[in-house]
């Protein structure tokens, strides 16, 4: 048996067509450009700084109220707001999970190159990485 699925992105300014047509859709989507906005925000509209736990669940809650302030999904979020806030806050969890996995494999993969015998430029080049990364990692890796 094989699975097809379609994965349609609904982030803001991304298949506007199809989140018009569903306001459930077009409600998460608005609720979701909030949360972003609001940490935006927070972090002065820089983002190598990590959010903390709390200021994420800030962002949400802010995000919710003011969902419901512009009747976007209103009547869920009253009720089922808190739930909303728990399920993200395990996807956001989930997310930087999967960011420290990647930087892992990063450095796994400079590693097995300095290895193999490539140099630092190299290395640099081939996997499109700043040369003071590489040079980070090799130098963990002592």
């Known amino acids: 048996m094989e699975l097809t699925v ?3 992105n609904i982030n803001r300014g991304h298949n506007e067509p199809i989140v018009r047509r569903c ?7 608005a609720f979701i450009a909030r949360v972003r ?3 935006a925000e927070t972090t002065g509209g820089r983002q ?4 903390t736990e709390d200021e994420k669940k800030e962002a949400m809650k802010k995000a919710i109220a003011w969902c419901i302030a512009n009747n976007i999904l209103k009547s869920f979020l009253e009720t089922h707001g808190s739930e909303v806030v728990n399920m993200l806050m ?3 969890k989930l997310e930087d999970a999967l960011v420290v996995e990647r930087e892992e494999g990063r450095e796994k993969a400079v590693r ?3 290895e193999f015998g490539m140099t630092a430029e190299q290395i640099s080049r081939a996997l499109k990485l700043p040369p003071e990364t590489v040079r980070q990692y090799s130098d963990s890796g002592r």
Do not use: D
Request: hydrophobic share 30%; charged share 30%.
């Open 37 to 39: 906005e609001i940490e």
């Open 23 to 29: 306001e459930k859709l077009g409600g998460y989507s």
């Open 112 to 114: 097995n190159l300095l």
């Open 6 to 8: 379609k994965v349609y």
């Open 48 to 51: 190598p700084r990590q959010l």
């Open 90 to 92: 395990s996807e956001w």
